[in-house]
């Protein structure tokens, strides 16, 4: 069955999976949308319902997906395509590498939407995406006045993320809620991603934020 997606992904138009083709680009996205469209970048796509909706809604801007699993590209691109969405590619790549893909200043909004918290054991502690580094990198290609938002339904996550923010100084955080549902003017029913249907079944709280450049 894997196999089967690696073959796929490689035959689709909208997945760029070869590090030196997603590379080649850095700087040059709007080349490569043959647009100057602001660009909107989601990492982790977790199948595609929240940012293909997304795309649907805003075709002036350019969308771009990262996920390292072939499954998930190739759904995504499919369901996209689905729903007339055009204005998108997919990266197969790893988050470590946003500086390898944007330069300084590229990306307008950024969805960070309930990364594994790697919470288990303490090796794993190096795997989490929302550290200080990446964070450094994640502003740095971030436009000024552009926007992160975070999602997670890990209450100690959310705050050391939020944390991490404040020591740096790089970001202003704004629209912090502890019960996106209940306490945010910025819940859409409509947008919910897969996570956050089950978790709203399972009556747990959802914490969001948004960080500004």
Known sequence: MINEYINLVWQDENILDIPEKIYENK???????????????EIGTWLWHFFALEAWENPDKNF??????????????????????KNFVLLKDFWQN??????????AKTYIFFPDPWDKKDRQKKHKL??????????????????VCFKTDHKWYFDEVLEIIRNQKLFTIENVSYDYEKESDLFDKQKQTVFETMFRWQKLKINYAEFIK
């Open 27 to 41: 700087w040059k996205w709007n080349d490569f949308f043959q647009n100057k469209n602001e660009i909107y970048l």
């Open 130 to 147: 929302l550290q200080a580094e990446f964070l450094e990198k994640l502003c740095s290609i971030t436009k000024k006045w552009g926007k």
């Open 64 to 85: 771009i997906w990262m996920e390292i699993k072939f499954k998930r590209l190739f759904k995504t691109a499919q369901k996209s395509r689905d729903n007339w969405v």
């Open 98 to 107: 946003i500086d390898k893909i944007f330069q300084e200043n590229e990306i």
